[in-house]
């Protein structure tokens, strides 16, 4: 798997967007970039996926940069169950996971 | 998305002795899963994948023979921790990818304490 480099925490005030970059420099042509989240003793919870073109769905948008090289993952109008640790993962079924973004939603 | 389940959902257990962790895939054959384990305040690392009808194939580091994985059919992986310790103790994950959409999906974790 592509390695991925995502910041430690985010904050994001209720009902705004949350924007959360991931940079995946070395990704190869048959790697996707999957987003998954997870909130305390859970696991891991499928957001979205994507290979080149930007994805939407009911849950958040996937941006993906023409050279495939970073990824914005976009939550439109957070609520404070978004709070959870965000890992952006590049690869093609194994999936290595990265330490995540701490996003914490706040009122 | 697709329900992956896991049983039991915690375990608590005697040093020395074996445990099996059950994980189904629900809505769709899963010819490959996967199988985590998390330490507290950790990430996920990867364990080993497990494949229909054949050996699992494990990471640098993992005990294959501390760690048995059978795939039987194309909706279970069991992962049994044999003569599990303290150390042992942890956050164990399985997955089950959906080749035809790229599409993998998480189970929700079984908790495993070794006394």
């Known amino acids: 798997d592509a390695k991925t480099t995502q910041p430690p925490s985010m904050d994001c005030a209720e009902g705004r967007a949350a924007n959360l970059p991931c940079n995946h420099s070395t990704i190869s042509g048959n790697e996707y970039v999957y987003w998954y989240r997870q909130i305390h003793s859970q696991g891991p919870q499928y957001i979205i996926h994507?290979?080149?073109n930007n994805e939407t769905n009911e849950m958040a948008s996937l941006i993906i940069t023409e050279d495939r090289k970073s990824s914005t993952l976009i939550l439109p109008h957070a609520t404070l169950r978004d709070t959870a640790v965000y890992y952006c993962?590049?690869?093609?079924?194994?999936?290595?996971f990265g330490q995540g973004t701490i996003l914490t939603v706040h009122p | 998305g697709a329900v992956v389940s896991q049983h039991p959902s915690w375990v608590i257990c005697k040093s020395g002795t074996s445990v099996k962790i059950e994980c189904r895939s629900l809505?769709?054959?899963?010819?490959?899963m996967f199988w985590y384990r998390q330490f507290p305040k950790q990430s996920l690392m990867l364990m080993a994948t497990?494949?229909?009808?054949?050996?699992?194939?494990?990471e640098q580091g993992v005990e294959k023979d501390k760690f048995l994985i059978n795939h039987a059919s194309l909706t279970l992986s069991t992962l049994t921790v044999t003569s599990a310790h303290p150390e042992d103790s942890s956050f164990y994950i399985c997955s089950a990818w959906d080749r035809g959409n790229n599409e993998q999906f998480f189970g929700p974790g079984t908790r495993l304490t070794v006394l």
């Open positions: 809505d769709f054959q899963a010819t490959t």
């Open positions: 497990s494949n229909e009808g054949s050996k699992a194939t494990y």
């Open positions: 994507g290979l080149k």
């Open positions: 993962i590049a690869g093609y079924g194994k999936l290595t």
